[in-house]
């Protein structure tokens, strides 16, 4: 485990207008030293570090840099928080759920789920292709199988979680190896009120797909899923969904699984580029 660092995030309005970034090479060892006030949060990734702040923080950086051996400041961006999102983030409809911002007062429609998703700064509002794909099977899977317990391993914005407890999954682990993502995911729990049915926790992949599950859902890096899929826990969870593959790991993952006692119930493909499978295993 490492020093998670966060701000407060918008309830009642998007979070964010403008964010300030600041990309620096090595890791802070805690944020203590980040009293800003428009401090939003750390991502971390590879021995890199980006800060995110609500206001120009340049003094706030530069003391933190020259105060840390290691830590040396690349580059500092000024863009919308669409920009870095690279969208912006509105209501949709995925089978039976309703995604919302938490901010946006749009009324859910009759019959459907409702899903407050505030992605903060982490990538995954849930429009990308492999996201609708493995909501979609979510919904098909649980209105015909009883699924009392899910893995979602690389969780991102927490929304796979999400949709697995709304559609009557009673307990899920929600892991991502960002510290980042993980605190994010854990906010939208929170806002959800899915506690009870939901733990989120930051670690890697590899290490927790050997807890008991009925479900898998992994909608991760390849280099995370190779290894996920050639382990003993895989092989222990009743069904699966694979994701976020293009199309050469798509081939590689497709053929791991021909030497193994499963079955692929659905194989997707979006844009001709992302992959999703869809499978059970045998004991």
Not at 12 to 21: D, E, K, R, S, V
Not at 98 to 125: N, S
Not at 155 to 163: I, Q, V
Request: hydrophobic residues 40%.
């Amino acid at each position: 485990m490492s020093n998670l660092c966060i701000g407060a995030p918008g309830e009642n309005a998007p979070p964010y207008t403008t964010l300030y970034i600041y990309y620096l090479e090595g890791r802070l060892t805690s944020c203590d030293a980040l009293p800003d006030p428009g401090f939003i949060g750390n991502w971390e990734e590879d021995g890199f570090s980006f800060l995110f702040f609500s206001e120009p923080s340049d003094d706030t950086v530069d003391r933190v840099t020259a105060a840390t051996p290691g830590l040396i400041l690349l580059d500092r961006y000024c863009m919308t928080y669409d920009e870095w999102l690279g969208e912006t983030p509105e209501p949709f409809r995925a089978g039976r759920l309703f995604i919302v911002p938490p901010w946006d007062r749009t009324e859910t429609p009759d019959g459907m789920q409702r899903i407050l998703l505030d992605p903060g700064v982490v990538f995954g509002t849930g429009t990308h292709p492999t996201t609708r794909d493995c909501l979609e099977i979510l919904q098909t899977l649980l209105r015909n199988e009883r699924i009392d317990t899910a893995l979602d391993l690389g969780t991102g914005t927490g929304l796979l979680a999400l949709g697995a407890a709304r559609m009557g999954c009673e307990r899920v682990l929600a892991l991502d190896f960002n510290f980042l993502a993980a605190r994010t995911a854990a906010r939208n729990v929170a806002l959800n009120r899915l506690e009870h049915r939901i733990l989120t926790l930051q670690g890697r992949a590899e290490e927790f797909i050997g807890m008991a599950g009925d479900l898998l859902i992994a909608n991760i890096h390849y280099d995370v899923m190779k290894h996920l899929i050639c382990s003993e826990g895989f092989l222990r969870k009743k069904w699966f969904i694979l994701s976020g593959l293009l199309r050469t790991q798509a081939r590689e993952v497709a053929d791991t699984l021909s030497h193994y006692p499963v079955e692929i119930i659905e194989t997707r493909e979006r844009e001709g580029v992302w992959h999703t499978f869809w499978g059970k295993t045998f004991p």
